[in-house]
């Protein structure tokens, strides 16, 4: 039984259920980013209502890579379950690094794997495949289950000339082929890209052309985790016997990592710390940031908006975005670019710099390994809804049965018995909003009242009764935020403070007792009112107190 809980028509917080009998394996446990309409909401990570039902059966989590739409639900989950975590060394290095900034009761049971490796679970065996991806360590898996054999691609590309020389083992994946694979669910993302994606050496190559050409300080923005582009970026540096700074949270932090396990290597004297940058010239200086995707508090962005502290962008600078933006970026990541140009500086950003390529399999290597596996049942998955379809057409082309593609949704029960597999069910599969410390606790209509106090404010009415209700004793005053600038309002303000006590006196004379009812009043009469004038509709909060 197959139960993806994220992934599937959306990107991020990727999570799939394996189940077969009485045990349940996990495969990642990722989070996804919030759109912008949801405001004030830090992350949003998949509903393991399901686990928790289940929760004696779950045996281990298994990630196949350190990205965080793969690991980063991990913390809220291990709260709830004791499991063991495998995983990589990179991507476990990621995740403890990650560990050490969140209190937990216990302490997390990690385990490294390699490829090759076979885990056993009841009646399951999970043997991990090496695969190429935007980050080292990446992984395929190729479950055994009585009922027949599942092979999940992970994150992947095809990458003939990997920057760590490990190759996605072909071999082994022919062999599956040839033992049958019942099932395969295979990375969707590029399924619109023709052709094959071109492998990360090709970036080493187009940095050492940017640093031939470069007359002053480079500086490089691309992904914290893709630890094959720090190492090109610092290879190139090295050649050109130029210093490197690391600069932004996440990517100091990444490149500690990969040099504390031995992924990066950089002979000493070439890195120096953002104190030190002042002491080189600014033509011997490579820095390396975080912010290709625009992120407002990234350091590339702020080195744009003149807000960094240490590195202003001077005319000299070859400013290099190697990343393309993550769609719903585009408009944040053109805007940085812009102001890097108004600065002077050289912006190289272009698809045709080959200062970029991306970790997921095009139309032809997606092509490719179908051919190779040759599955009976295919789910495609990783990607939005319109990819997965594609994907599954393209499934079909090749030769997969049209009743034997699922295109699921997140949630989908997806049954396989020796003789056949279909959709038999759903379970609880939504988005769990994180908010600082709260899980889950904000809903609809929470989210509903910020998008209402973010259009046009709030005006909160406090009006004093006696006791009896009969009489209004002080008020109403009238506080308001994100509504007018009051000071140049004074007279709309007046104008609505003596409407609602107007409004207040009718209905006590009418003998209206009730405060919900007085409350409603407010409410409504001043909603119109102020529409009238303004035609904002402002979020009114009446606060009646009784002496
Ligand atoms: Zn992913
Ligand atoms: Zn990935």
Same mark, same amino acid.
């Given at each position: 039984?197959?139960?993806?809980?994220?992934?599937?028509?959306?990107?991020?917080?990727?999570?799939?259920?394996?189940?077969?009998?009485?045990? +349940?394996?996990?495969?990642?446990?990722?989070?996804?980013?919030?759109?912008?309409?949801?405001? @004030?909401?830090? %992350?949003? +990570?998949?509903?393991?209502?399901?686990?928790?039902?289940?929760?004696?059966?779950?045996?281990?989590?298994?990630?196949?890579?350190?990205?965080?739409?793969?690991?980063?639900?991990?913390?809220?989950?291990?709260? #709830?379950?004791?499991?063991?975590?495998?995983?990589?060394?990179? =991507?476990?290095?990621?995740?403890?690094?990650?560990?050490?900034?969140?209190?937990?009761?216990?302490?997390?049971? /990690?385990?490294?794997?390699?490829?090759? #490796?076979?885990?056993?679970?009841?009646?399951?065996? /999970?043997?991990?495949?090496?695969?190429?991806?935007?980050?080292?360590?990446?992984?395929?898996?190729?479950?055994?289950?009585?009922?027949?054999?599942?092979?999940?691609?992970?994150?992947?590309?095809?990458?003939?000339?990997?920057?760590?020389?490990?190759?996605?083992?072909?071999?082994?994946?022919?062999?599956?082929?040839?033992?049958?694979?019942?099932?395969?669910?295979? #990375?969707?993302?590029?399924?619109?890209?023709?052709?094959?994606?071109?492998?990360?050496?090709?970036?080493?190559?187009?940095?050492?052309?940017?640093?031939?050409? =470069?007359?002053?300080?480079?500086?490089?923005?691309?992904?914290?985790?893709?630890?094959?582009?720090?190492?090109?970026?610092?290879?190139?540096?090295?050649?050109?016997?130029?210093?490197?700074?690391?600069?932004?949270?996440?990517?100091?932090?990444?490149?500690?990592?990969?040099?504390?396990?031995?992924?990066?290597?950089?002979?000493?004297?070439?890195?120096?710390?953002?104190?030190? +940058?002042?002491?080189?010239?600014?033509?011997?200086?490579?820095?390396?940031?975080? @912010?290709?995707?625009?992120?407002?508090?990234?350091?590339?962005?702020?080195?744009?908006?003149?807000?960094?502290?240490?590195?202003?962008?001077?005319?000299?600078?070859?400013?290099?975005?190697?990343?393309?933006?993550?769609?719903?970026?585009?408009?944040?990541?053109?805007?940085?670019?812009?102001?890097?140009? &108004?600065?002077?500086?050289?912006?190289?950003?272009?698809?045709?710099?080959?200062?970029?390529?991306?970790?997921?399999?095009?139309?032809?290597?997606?092509?490719?390994?179908?051919?190779?596996?040759?599955?009976?049942?295919?789910?495609?998955?990783?990607?939005?809804?319109?990819?997965?379809?594609?994907?599954?057409?393209?499934?079909?082309?090749?030769?997969?049965?049209?009743?034997?593609?699922?295109?699921?949704?997140?949630?989908?029960?997806?049954?396989?018995?020796?003789?056949?597999?279909?959709?038999?069910?759903?379970?609880?599969?939504?988005?769990?909003?994180?908010?600082?410390?709260?899980?889950?606790?904000?809903?609809?209509?929470?989210?509903?009242?910020?998008?209402?106090?973010?259009?046009?404010?709030?005006?909160?009415?406090?009006?004093?009764?006696?006791?009896?209700?009969?009489?209004?004793?002080? @008020?109403?005053?009238? %506080?308001?935020?994100? /509504?007018?600038?009051?000071?140049?309002?004074?007279?709309?303000?007046?104008?609505?403070?003596?409407?609602?006590?107007?409004?207040?006196?009718?209905?006590?004379?009418?003998?209206?007792?009730?405060?919900?009812?007085?409350?409603?009043?407010? &409410?409504?009469?001043?909603?119109?009112?102020?529409?009238?004038?303004?035609?904002?509709?402002?979020?009114?909060?009446?606060?009646?107190?009784?002496?």
């Amino acid at each position: 039984m197959l139960i993806p809980l994220g992934g599937l028509g959306e990107v991020g917080k990727n999570m799939l259920v394996v189940e077969y009998g009485n045990d +349940i394996v996990l495969i990642d446990a990722g989070l996804m980013f919030p759109e912008d309409e949801l405001l @004030g909401i830090d %992350v949003v +990570i998949p509903d393991i209502t399901y686990l928790q039902e289940n929760k004696d059966k779950l045996r281990a989590i298994i990630i196949t890579h350190g990205h965080e739409d793969h690991i980063g639900a991990l913390p809220y989950i291990l709260k #709830d379950f004791d499991v063991p975590v495998y995983g990589m060394k990179l =991507a476990i290095a990621i995740i403890k690094s990650k560990f050490n900034e969140i209190p937990m009761t216990r302490e997390p049971n /990690f385990q490294l794997i390699k490829p090759k #490796d076979v885990l056993k679970f009841g009646e399951m065996e /999970f043997e991990i495949i090496q695969s190429t991806h935007s980050i080292p360590d990446s992984v395929a898996i190729f479950i055994k289950t009585p009922v027949g054999n599942v092979f999940h691609t992970g994150d992947f590309k095809l990458d003939q000339t990997p920057v760590d020389g490990k190759l996605l083992d072909i071999n082994r994946i022919a062999q599956i082929s040839e033992e049958g694979v019942m099932v395969m669910l295979s #990375d969707s993302t590029n399924v619109e890209k023709a052709g094959f994606t071109q492998s990360e050496k090709v970036v080493g190559e187009a940095f050492n052309e940017q640093f031939r050409v =470069a007359k002053g300080r480079i500086i490089i923005a691309t992904f914290a985790s893709n630890v094959h582009r720090i190492k090109q970026a610092i290879d190139a540096a090295i050649k050109f016997e130029k210093k490197v700074c690391i600069v932004g949270r996440s990517m100091e932090n990444v490149t500690a990592i990969a040099q504390e396990i031995g992924y990066l290597t950089i002979p000493e004297g070439t890195l120096i710390t953002l104190n030190e +940058i002042n002491n080189y010239p600014t033509e011997e200086m490579v820095i390396i940031t975080t @912010g290709s995707q625009g992120e407002p508090m990234a350091a590339l962005s702020r080195m744009a908006k003149g807000d960094h502290r240490q590195i202003k962008i001077d005319s000299g600078d070859t400013v290099i975005i190697s990343a393309t933006p993550i769609p719903g970026n585009e408009k944040s990541v053109y805007k940085t670019i812009d102001f890097l140009f &108004r600065l002077g500086a050289k912006v190289v950003y272009e698809k045709s710099s080959g200062t970029h390529v991306s970790g997921h399999a095009s139309r032809d290597e997606l092509k490719l390994i179908l051919n190779l596996v040759k599955p009976e049942y295919f789910i495609p998955v990783h990607g939005e809804y319109r990819m997965l379809l594609k994907h599954g057409e393209l499934a079909e082309e090749l030769g997969v049965k049209k009743e034997n593609i699922f295109v699921a949704e997140n949630g989908n029960v997806i049954e396989f018995t020796k003789e056949k597999g279909c959709i038999s069910g759903k379970v609880p599969a939504g988005r769990v909003l994180v908010d600082g410390l709260g899980v889950g606790d904000i809903g609809n209509i929470v989210l509903r009242d910020r998008r209402q106090l973010s259009q046009d404010g709030i005006l909160i009415v406090v009006a004093t009764l006696n006791r009896q209700a009969t009489k209004l004793l002080a @008020g109403p005053d009238i %506080v308001s935020r994100g /509504f007018v600038y009051v000071r140049e309002s004074e007279d709309l303000m007046l104008e609505a403070k003596r409407f609602v006590q107007q409004n207040l006196e009718v209905s006590l004379e009418n003998g209206v007792k009730d405060w919900a009812t007085l409350k409603n009043n407010i &409410r409504d009469s001043l909603g119109r009112f102020l529409y009238e004038k303004t035609k904002r509709r402002p979020m009114i909060l009446p606060i009646i107190v009784e002496v």
